[in-house]
Structures are given as structure tokens and as C-alpha cells.
């Protein structure tokens, strides 16, 4: 099932509406907001996602986290 | 024959008693405004105009006639073909986005006058009508002569009738504040807080840019619209000291509403212009010291004279002058073909002169523009797509702007519950405004709901024809990728 969330990319200017299924995993979602924000913000080698300040765990899929169309979520990416 | 001052009064004042219908049917409050007060509450309402309408008739033939002149001396296609392209790409923003809503203002106006609470209220309102069907025309007089130069033009007078995503959200504005709002809420958002709050803006800072510039034409139209703005910008005042009066509560509603609401508007519009597309020998004053010495101050002091607290939300207000347009124009930059005018890239002297306006928070918008920058250097001129996004944006639910709140590093959008259905909102304002009045707005559809339920596709290529734009229309980088600067800087 397509996902779309409500991404925001530390760094970046604007939030960015990204689909994802609920088997992708969270580190996919990560490197996807940083691809579609690529133009603005140089990606980086590692990323993490947080919903309400909370960590998610890059293993776990979508679903397995329980986020649901429209949720928030919060990429943080740098360079190590 | 009597004098003026001898009948003017009689004239201005003239309210009747009913006899056979009730105060309340031939005003309701539904479309007068609340709280709903007596006539006897309004008989010493004034305005310092008191304009009559034969004086008004003369003056603005006279205001017209000068419009005219310099139209004819300095408004034809080879007048405009000097100024500088980005600057012209200004015009074409603020061309699309305020013709067609002074003429709402109309609507706002005539309103007033029929439900306004006193007649002189009325007599100023009616004139105020009169003024801003002027204001649409002037634009669109002026800019259509443009079309056959450049089609961007025609989005003077296109804009408005479009499912472009800046007229959604300028429709949403313009809607409320201008066309349904009743005659109280209608001053106070309208002229109090656009009016003498912002305006300035465009009267003062941008025709002194204009000025600077060398366009005559755009100070010239600026400057006879700020005449008429003074003027019934006056009923404001006496509007708002009434519900102050009566009903402190809904007038510190109003204007922390109506504040939040313009300064988006006012951001992106004018924001875009001074601090991005007024070439910068022309620049004088930054945006964020526009917005200080012009709209700040007086506004703080009127709000201090009415007996007003600042609105709730003051700090983030501030803290969003250093922002918030800045965040908006990297954004639309990278999505510029949803639009209908071209944007300039900041290039090394621009860039430095950004950091020194905004010292404290340029530096997390720099690396941005380096990135957009390298991408060009990477495909070379004439690529736009390599800096442009693909990638559907979100849109806030209450001004149905592009989710641009906070700073990069960290945005402030909130999302909520309400029913089955989620809502976003660029920032705790908005939020606020919309959990304050949620049935005025919960049924409003944003850009990516349209396209979530089917009403719109989600393919940008596809988007683009339901935001009206072909490739000849759509925007672009104002030199294409190619900036001088860009190849010494390469080389």
C-alpha cells in the first residue's frame, strides 16, 4: 500500500510530500527525501528519521513503525 | 446656494429610525458584523476625509489624468523593455496577484456600504468601491499593453481565474478578507491591518525602488493608488474602536487573525521583489528593514494607542522576517515552472549583500544556493530541469502556502487530527487561525488533497496544465543559467 507523508529534510526549505510503501523500509524513506531534495540540499552519507522527536529504526518497515498517510516525519542527514 | 460645511454634515449623517421594520432585519448581524450594536452606538463614528462625492469626482479626474500622462510618455512595451528582466518579472507577480483582487476589494466595500452602521461609514465605503475598481483597472490597463512583448502578462489579468497553487492560496485570502467577510471584519483586516499595517510596503518601499530603477510607470501607479488607500484606509479605526469597546475579545481576535494572514501574503509578494528580483544597485533597504521601520513601528504604536495587546504569536512574527520569505523564494526557485514569472538566481554580490542584511540567519540559506548553483555549473545553461524538484510540495490548510515555516533547521509545520481526515499547517498561527473557526475552513481542498482524492494528477508535467502553464508561460531562471559571474566563478 502507497504511503504519502509529510517529509522534512533538516537543511531544506519546504516540506515534501513523500510515497512510500509500507514494506519499504525507513532508511529507503530517508534516501528518498533526500534524493527529491537533492536540488537544494547536497545529500548526505548517513540519515536518520524521527516522527514527534522519536527515532525510527532504519530496519523496520513503514508499517512495522505505524506511521499512516499524512504523518510527519523528520530526516536528519549528515556526512561520517 | 449652501456652503459646504453647511450641508456636508446633514449629508454624511443621514440615518433614519425605522418605523415599520426592526433595526436588526434592515442590518442583521449575520451581515453587519458582531457584535451587533445599536445605531444609537454608531451616530459618532467619523472618518477625517469627509469627502464629498463632487470633491471626489474632481480629484481622481485629476489623479487619472496624470496616471494617463506618464502612460503615454513612459508605459509603452520599448519603455518597459529597458528595465531590467528581473525586475520586470517583479511586475508580473505583483500584477497578477493585486489587479484582480482590488477589484475583489470592490465586493468588500460595496458591502460595506449598504451594511456599513452609519452612513458616513457608508458614504467612505462607497467611495472606497470606487477607489479600488480604479486600482484593478490602472494594472490591467497598463500590464495588457505588455501581453503582446511577453505572455507572462496575461497573467494580470488570468491569475485569479486559475487552479495555479499561488491563486489557490490567493484565492483563499482574497475570498475570505474581501468577499465574504461582513463590514466589521472587512475593516478591520482589510483597513486597518492590510491596509495602513502593510501597505507600506508597496507604497513606500517599492515605488522607492521603482524610483530607483527608473520605472516612472510602476512609482507613478503605485503612488496615485496610495491617495485613494489613505483615505478609506480611515474607516478602520473608527470600526475597530467600536468593537474594542464593546468587545475587546473579538477585536484582539481580528487583528492577531488578519495580522498573521496579510504578513504571509505581504512576505512572498514583496519579499520576493526586494530582497530577489529589484536588481541590487537598485536595492535600497532590505526587505527585513522595510518591514521595521514601515510597518513594526506604526503598527505597534497603533496597537498601543487602541489599547491593543501584540499579537500572541509577536516572537515567531519576528523571528519569520529573518525567515520565512527567504524560505519561500529557495522553494519556489526549485518548483519556478509552477508559476507564471521568472526568478533570479543570487548570484556572489547578491549572496553578500543577503548576509549582511540578515547576519544571523543567511547562513543557513547560503549552502542552498551553492547547491542550486553547482547543479547549474554541472548541466550547464539552458538546463532547467537539473535544478528544478519533482516532487509533489505540501500546502498549508489554512493560507494554502507551501509548507515554508521555521527556518532549515527546523520547520514548523503542524499536523493534526480532526474527524477522518488530517491537516497540515506551515505554523502555530495558522493552526490557531484555523482551529479557531474550523467550519469556515476544514472543507477546503489543498493542492495535494486535490490530487490525493483524484481532482488533480500527480504527475508534475500533468500538474503544470492544471496550473494553467504551458512551457512558454511557465517560469524559468530569468538568464537561463546564464550568469556571467557563474563562468568566471568556473573558470
Redesign the interface.
Known amino acids: 500500500m502507497l504511503v504519502?507523508l509529510?517529509g522534512?529534510l533538516?537543511?531544506?526549505?519546504?516540506?515534501?510530500?513523500?510515497l512510500v510503501h509500507d514494506t519499504d523500509r525507513i532508511k529507503d524513506l530517508a534516501a528518498s527525501l533526500q534524493e527529491?531534495?537533492?536540488?537544494?540540499?547536497?545529500p548526505k552519507t548517513y540519515a536518520q528519521v524521527y516522527r514527534h522527536g522519536e527515532l525510527l529504526d532504519p530496519e523496520l518497515t513503514i508499517a512495522e513503525v505505524g506511521l499512516s498517510?499524512?504523518?510527519?516525519i523528520?530526516v536528519i542527514a549528515e556526512n561520517i | 446656494m449652501l456652503k459646504r460645511d453647511d450641508w456636508l454634515d446633514l449629508a454624511r449623517k443621514l440615518d433614519w429610525d425605522f418605523s415599520y421594520v426592526e433595526e436588526r432585519e434592515v442590518f442583521p448581524e449575520e451581515i453587519s458584523g458582531s457584535p451587533w450594536l445599536t445605531a444609537e452606538t454608531w451616530k459618532d463614528w467619523d472618518e477625517p476625509y469627509r469627502t464629498s462625492y463632487t470633491e471626489y469626482v474632481k480629484n481622481q479626474s485629476i489623479k487619472e489624468a496624470s496616471v494617463h500622462a506618464v502612460r503615454d510618455a513612459v508605459g509603452k512595451v520599448e519603455d518597459f523593455q529597458k528595465h531590467d528582466p528581473s525586475w520586470i518579472n517583479g511586475l508580473k507577480l505583483h500584477a497578477a496577484t493585486l489587479a484582480l483582487a482590488e477589484f475583489a476589494a470592490v465586493v468588500g466595500n460595496l458591502r460595506a456600504a449598504r451594511f456599513g452602521r452609519d452612513s458616513a461609514w457608508r458614504t467612505t465605503a462607497l467611495l472606497g468601491a470606487l477607489d479600488e475598481l480604479r486600482h484593478a483597472q490602472i494594472p490591467l490597463l497598463i500590464m495588457h499593453e505588455l501581453v503582446r512583448w511577453d505572455p507572462q502578462f496575461d497573467w494580470t489579468h488570468k491569475f485569479f481565474h486559475t487552479n495555479n497553487w499561488i491563486a489557490i492560496a490567493g484565492r483563499h485570502l482574497v475570498d475570505e478578507l474581501l468577499i465574504t467577510s461582513d463590514p466589521m471584519e472587512f475593516a478591520v483586516g482589510t483597513n486597518f491591518v492590510f491596509e495602513t499595517g502593510f501597505t507600506n510596503l508597496q507604497f513606500i518601499g517599492l515605488s522607492t525602488m521603482a524610483h530607483a530603477a527608473g520605472d516612472r510607470m510602476f512609482e507613478k501607479m503605485v503612488k496615485s493608488i496610495q491617495t485613494d488607500e489613505a483615505r478609506h484606509a480611515q474607516i478602520g479605526h473608527p470600526v475597530l474602536q467600536k468593537i474594542i469597546a464593546h468587545d475587546p475579545k473579538r477585536a484582539q481576535y481580528l487583528v492577531d487573525k488578519w495580522f498573521w494572514r496579510n504578513w504571509l501574503f505581504f512576505a512572498v509578494i514583496t519579499g520576493f521583489s526586494m530582497d530577489y528580483l529589484t536588481p541590487l544597485k537598485h536595492r535600497t533597504q532590505s526587505f527585513k528593514e522595510f518591514m521595521q521601520e514601515w510597518v513594526l513601528d506604526q503598527f505597534k504604536r497603533s496597537l498601543e494607542e487602541m489599547g491593543l495587546a501584540l499579537p500572541w504569536y509577536w516572537q515567531q512574527f519576528l523571528d519569520a522576517i529573518d525567515t520565512y520569505h527567504?524560505?519561500?523564494y529557495?522553494?519556489a526557485y526549485?518548483y519556478r515552472a509552477t508559476t507564471w514569472f521568472n526568478f533570479a538566481l543570487p548570484g556572489p554580490e547578491e549572496r553578500t549583500w543577503l548576509q549582511e542584511k540578515y547576519a544571523k540567519t543567511w547562513p543557513?540559506?547560503d549552502?542552498?544556493w551553492e547547491?542550486?548553483t553547482?547543479?547549474w555549473r554541472k548541466s550547464g545553461p539552458g538546463v532547467e530541469w537539473?535544478?528544478?524538484?519533482?516532487?509533489?510540495?505540501?500546502f498549508c490548510n489554512l493560507c494554502q502556502l507551501?509548507?515554508?515555516g521555521g527556518s532549515?533547521?527546523?520547520?514548523s509545520?503542524?499536523?493534526i487530527t480532526r474527524g477522518a481526515r488530517?491537516y497540515?499547517f506551515c505554523s502555530k498561527p495558522c493552526r490557531w487561525i484555523f482551529e479557531s473557526e474550523p467550519e469556515r475552513y476544514e472543507h477546503h481542498k489543498d493542492v495535494?488533497m486535490r490530487i490525493?482524492s483524484g481532482e488533480a494528477p500527480g504527475n508534475l508535467f500533468e500538474l503544470l496544465r492544471y496550473f494553467d502553464l504551458t512551457p512558454s508561460i511557465w517560469g524559468k531562471d530569468v538568464a537561463g543559467g546564464r550568469y556571467p559571474w557563474m563562468q568566471l566563478s568556473k573558470g
Not at chain 1, 10 to 18: E, P, Q
Not at chain 2, 408 to 411: A, K, Q, V
Open positions: 504519502p509529510f522534512f533538516k537543511g531544506d526549505t519546504i516540506g515534501l510530500v513523500v527529491a531534495a537533492s536540488v537544494r540540499v547536497k498517510a499524512l504523518d510527519r523528520d | 527567504h524560505m519561500v529557495a522553494s526549485t543557513l540559506f549552502p542552498i547547491q542550486i553547482n547543479r537539473y535544478t528544478h524538484g519533482a516532487t509533489p510540495v505540501t507551501v509548507l515554508c532549515p533547521e527546523r520547520n509545520a503542524e499536523v488530517k497540515v495535494v490525493l
